[in-house]
């Protein structure tokens, strides 16, 4: 390979991964909501995407080909972070999974309707998610301060988080209805 073709090739890579990577990485970030894990499989993903960079084909759909390889690093990750206690099963990945790579890429839209559903949510549901989120604090944390079982609390946390999907769905098809 000349000099020139690998000049070449590195700006093609770069320029096709920097107006492709919020898309690769918003897909993560959908089934992997921790940030710091969510990057650093972005950064695996991209490390792979640059390692088989000469197999893509030019002209096809760069962000499907970086999904499918970041999807693949999701697995292995999954593989590896089954001790951990929230942990989704093959199928709902495998939902969310298919779901995140049709959805476009719309996160104004989906701020919005967080917002709105945000203010939906009672004032204690309100206040675990302002707990957990807004202040970091662990689920077995917010469950001790409250003297709940664990189990309880992650419960209503998985409850809250379904309320909110459901809510943002409706929201976000209600205003493409709309259109």
């Known amino acids: 390979m000349t000099e020139h073709h690998e000049k070449q090739e590195y700006e093609d890579f770069l320029r096709l991964i ?7 990485y918003g897909y993560i970030l959908r089934l992997i909501p921790n940030r710091v894990v969510a990057e650093d499989l972005m950064q695996e993903t991209t490390l792979v995407m640059w390692e088989k960079f000469a197999q893509f084909e030019m002209g096809t759909n760069f962000s499907a080909w970086g999904i ?3 999807r693949l690093k999701i697995l292995q990750y999954r593989n590896t972070a089954r001790k951990s206690p929230i942990y989704f099963s093959q199928d709902v990945f495998d939902s969310l999974a298919g779901s995140a790579e049709k959805e476009p890429s719309c996160d104004k839209d989906k701020t919005n309707a967080l917002g709105n559903c ?8 309100h206040k675990l998610i302002q707990l957990r989120y807004s202040e970091k604090q662990k689920i077995k944390d917010i469950a001790k301060d409250l003297q709940w079982p664990l ?3 992650y419960k209503l946390m998985a ?8 809510c943002i769905e409706k929201r976000l098809s209600m ?5």
């Open 18 to 24: 920097l107006e492709n990577k919020s898309r690769i």
């Open 68 to 70: 499918q390889i970041a």
């Open 118 to 125: 945000l203010k939906k949510l009672s004032k204690r549901d």
């Open 151 to 153: 189990s309880r609390t």
């Open 159 to 166: 409850k809250i988080h379904y309320l909110l999907k459901e």
């Open 175 to 179: 205003s493409g209805a709309a259109e």
